[in-house]
């Protein structure tokens, strides 16, 4: 219940494409979901997130869309670039007014020149 | 310093033995968080501090680990008698009062135990 479900486990995409990554969650009262972006050697950065009021947020070329129903949120990259190359974690919160996170296990993505 | 700063940034260690991990966080910054990030895997939370006080250390995996953060500012995570079970990256992040803005992390201490 704890647990939030990521996938694709990696992820090849066109220079151009679209890149989707989707995480599903049990825990209704999970509040908060980010997605986090990480270099290799790299702490993890905040990308955009969204709160489960909303269905849909959208930051230059970065899209969290949120299904409340169905307990699943996804990334999509548009206009996918090689510097986009990276893993993405997904996370989940309910410790409203923390940062005490449960984080998926992770999109590797390779974005092809 | 611009980020959080975390040192040292490699640690190889025999098993059994103590180690210690340091991480500075932004200035101003009231609370610090430490994850353990095992690899291929997510980040996992372990500890985090509002100020001087620990107000959630319900991530611990076991009573080998402690961590402290005595001035309010830098925080040490202490793992005793270390096993290779151990051996992860540690990260250390820091906020505004939790939950205010964005948390901000370093790049981590990547502990190996032998």
């Known amino acids: 219940q704890q647990q939030v479900k990521q996938s694709p486990q990696s992820l090849i995409v066109q220079k151009g494409g679209i890149s989707i990554i989707n995480c599903a969650y049990e825990?209704?009262?999970?509040?908060?979901f980010p997605w986090y972006q990480q270099f290799p050697g790299k702490g993890p950065a905040l990308l955009i997130a969204?709160?489960?009021?909303?269905s849909e947020k959208k930051e230059g070329r970065f899209t969290i869309s949120f299904n409340k129903s169905a307990k699943q949120f996804s990334l999509h990259i548009m206009d996918s670039q090689p510097g986009d190359s990276a893993t993405y974690f997904c996370?989940?919160?309910?410790?409203?007014?923390?940062?005490?996170?449960?984080f998926g296990t992770g999109t590797r993505l390779k974005v092809l020149a | 310093g611009a980020g959080v700063s975390q040192t040292p940034s490699n640690k190889v260690t025999e098993k059994g033995k103590y180690v210690e991990l340091r991480c500075d966080p932004i200035?101003?910054?009231?609370?610090l968080y430490w994850y353990r990030q095992s690899l291929g895997q997510g980040p996992e939370f372990l500890i985090y501090?509002?100020?001087?006080?620990?107000?959630?250390d319900s991530g611990l995996p076991n009573d080998r680990f402690f961590a402290v953060r005595p001035e309010g500012s830098v925080s040490t995570l202490k793992i005793q008698r270390t096993e290779r079970g151990d051996s992860a990256v540690y990260l250390c992040?820091?906020?505004?009062?939790?939950?205010?803005?964005?948390?901000?992390f370093g790049e981590g201490s990547r502990l190996t135990v032998l």
């Open positions: 992040a820091s906020s505004l009062p939790s939950g205010v803005g964005e948390l901000f």
């Open positions: 825990n209704t009262a999970f509040d908060y």
């Open positions: 969204i709160r489960p009021d909303v």
């Open positions: 996370a989940a919160s309910y410790h409203s007014g923390t940062y005490k996170y449960i």
């Open positions: 200035s101003g910054h009231t609370a």
């Open positions: 501090f509002q100020g001087t006080g620990a107000a959630d």
